[in-house]
């Protein structure tokens, strides 16, 4: 079975600080791994994703997260927060080869940041 | 680029009272899943299709149905509308699954408050 923790429920940072939101993963094959964005009152928007090809992962608006098979973790990370980076972030994962695509979700890390 | 649709965006429904969530995809993708997010909390799989006429249960299935009678629809049905079942639900589907597995794309999401 599959699982997916995230670290922190909620990340507060400064305007231009760096972002990190940390996500554990349990997987029995090889997994794909993925972080959505949700912005209040919206669907889900894909940031990045993993695929069992290069171990840093670079996305939309500056993001890219690092896939760690030992420590089975993938960080996200951000040099530089934006205000509209505030939001709610989910580490998601699959497993390649089990029957189906079923996504599992972390539990989220809510994001504010400060001017 | 319409994606996926759901439809209604916002729905009150009195304890008891039956209705469908509608979900429609125009992206030809295989797989198809409906989610519930609760407050704070991260989304939990209700049911998920691998095809036309192949559906199967996920996390939290109880007091729902689903069918996938086309490749482009995936309707969600609350027979008896408890408050427990208050939550936000979200249609999604994906190209790929098990060794191909690819991101999801997400509806808007339907808020539904049952009273």
């Known amino acids: 079975a599959q699982s997916v923790t995230q670290l922190d429920s909620h990340v507060s940072v400064s305007e231009g600080t760096p972002v990190l939101l940390r996500c554990n993963y349990s997987?029995?094959?090889?997994?794909?791994l993925f972080w959505y964005v949700q912005h209040p009152n919206k669907g889900l928007q894909l940031l990045l994703k993993?695929?069992?090809?290069?171990?840093l992962v670079k996305g939309i608006n500056g993001f890219e997260a690092e896939f760690k098979k030992s420590e089975t973790s993938f960080h996200l990370t951000k040099p530089s927060a934006h205000m509209s980076d505030a939001a709610e972030y989910f580490c998601?994962?699959?497993?390649?080869?089990?029957?189906?695509?079923?996504?599992?979700f972390g539990g989220g890390t809510r994001v504010l940041v400060k001017p | 680029n319409a994606g996926v649709t759901q439809t209604p965006k916002f729905r009150i429904l009195k304890i008891g009272q039956s209705m469908t969530l509608q979900c429609t995809q125009d992206?030809?993708?295989?797989?198809m899943y409906w989610y519930r997010q609760d407050p704070g909390m991260g989304l939990k799989l209700i049911y998920y299709?691998?095809?036309?006429?192949?559906?199967d249960k996920g996390e939290v299935p109880n007091g729902y149905n689903v069918s996938r009678s086309t490749t482009e629809d995936f309707p969600l049905r609350l027979e008896l509308a408890a408050p427990s079942q208050t939550s936000v639900y979200f249609c999604?589907?994906?190209?790929?699954?098990?060794?191909?597995?690819?991101?999801?794309?997400f509806g808007q999401g339907t808020r539904l408050t049952v009273v």
């Open positions: 999604a589907s994906s190209a790929g699954g098990g060794f191909m597995s690819t991101e999801a794309f």
């Open positions: 997987s029995s094959y090889s997994p794909s």
């Open positions: 993993y695929t069992s090809a290069a171990t």
């Open positions: 998601v994962v699959s497993d390649l080869g089990a029957a189906g695509n079923k996504l599992t």
């Open positions: 992206m030809n993708h295989n797989y």
């Open positions: 299709s691998v095809g036309a006429g192949i559906t």
